[in-house]
């Protein structure tokens, strides 16, 4: 969608940290937003970033470069729930844009 | 405080028949959007309202789909006549206001055209 990147799958253990890259184009970009989806079900509101840096949420973190075109998300202590998909959604210019989604598993 | 509500929750047709989906919004968000979710892929924005009126319809097939908002409550959407391709999950989702709102979505509606 619209050029926004991210890996398709991530494996991780229980108890390590995963880090879930996304790329978009820069042109009219007001805002980044995560979700967590687990199958089946509704995307669920993680985090949003909107100036450059870390913001920090427990044990989820989020990062922005405005500049770059580019953010993360940052899960760490993995726990077994936190197997889902992980949507990165750019905000254009009042519309949000979602990529495909990375599909986290965590194994034992 | 109650989330956004869909109805139904899982509904089979065969292709050229019609159906509609329901969406009950958060209490006093005046946006609203209908997405298209295929499997393997993120949320495609359908339709976008403001209060009772349209937004956004640019990615709406509108030789078959159809949505209002009458009373800037409560959406529908419709797809008359269905295709194959239209097999998908319908998310609908609500903000406080449009722009940089953060949008929370219902549980969809899962359709399966055969």
């Known amino acids: 969608g619209q050029n926004i990147d991210q890996p398709t799958e991530m494996t991780a253990t229980e108890g390590a940290i995963v880090q879930i890259n996304c790329t978009y184009q820069t042109s009219g970009f007001n805002g980044l937003f995560w979700y967590q989806q687990h199958a089946g079900e509704a995307p669920t509101f993680l985090s949003y970033?909107?100036?450059?840096g870390l913001e920090e949420k427990g044990r989820f973190s989020s990062f922005l470069s405005r500049s770059k075109g580019y953010s993360y998300l940052l899960l760490k202590e993995l726990q077994m729930k936190d197997s889902a998909s992980y949507l990165c959604a750019v905000s254009r210019w009042g519309k949000l844009q979602f990529g495909a989604g990375t599909q986290v598993v965590v194994t034992p | 405080e109650a989330g956004v509500a869909q109805s139904p929750r899982y509904k089979i047709i065969e292709k050229r028949q019609s159906v509609a989906f329901w969406c009950n919004p958060i209490?006093?968000?005046?946006?609203l959007y209908w997405y298209q979710q295929i499997l393997g892929q993120g949320p495609k924005l359908l339709i976008q309202?403001?209060?009772?009126?349209?937004?956004?319809d640019s990615q709406l097939p509108k030789d078959r789909f159809s949505a209002e908002r009458l009373k800037g409550v409560d959406s529908t959407l419709k797809i008359q006549p269905a295709k194959l391709e239209d097999s998908a999950v319908y998310l609908c989702?609500?903000?406080?206001?449009?722009?940089?709102?953060?949008?929370?979505f219902g549980p969809g509606t899962r359709l399966l055209v055969l």
């Open positions: 989702a609500s903000s406080l206001a449009a722009e940089q709102e953060t949008q929370y």
């Open positions: 309202f403001q209060n009772n009126g349209v937004v956004d």
């Open positions: 970033n909107v100036l450059d």
């Open positions: 209490s006093g968000h005046a946006t």
